[in-house]
């Protein structure tokens, strides 16, 4: 089992920046193991913002996101994070950690989520 712990919500004013974190615990996977971040805002689907690879540290991003939200992971720490900077209203969301031992496949695991709150 995989078991991942999100931190970092918070309330923050248009343009600010927050940082996720989120640390994952248990077995380890593969070459192709990835951990990436979703939110999901109210009235909204779950959509995908960005994962890394683990090895080699790969990064894919939703285009809405590019050049706004950078993901780093730690491996010592099996910690991810997401740099979130020039936050907009409509990033508000409840935020995700997931992971997948295939970054081409779907995710597998999922932590229990962290609130973001974007002001005007």
């Known amino acids: 089992q995989v078991q991942l712990v999100e931190s970092g919500g918070g309330l923050v004013q248009a343009g600010g920046s927050l940082r996720l974190s989120c640390a994952a615990s248990g077995r380890t996977f593969g070459s192709n193991y990835a951990m990436g971040w979703f939110r999901q805002a109210p009235g909204k689907e779950r959509e995908f913002v960005g994962g890394i690879r683990w090895s080699g540290g790969s990064t894919y991003y939703a285009d809405f996101v590019k050049g706004r939200f950078t993901i780093s992971r730690d491996n010592a720490k099996n910690t991810v994070y997401l740099q979130m900077n020039s936050l907009k209203p409509e990033d508000t969301a409840v935020y995700y950690c997931?992971?997948?031992?295939?970054?081409?496949?779907?995710?597998?695991?999922w932590g229990q989520g962290t609130q973001v709150t974007v002001s005007s």
């Open positions: 997931a992971a997948t031992s295939d970054f081409r496949k779907s995710y597998d695991y």
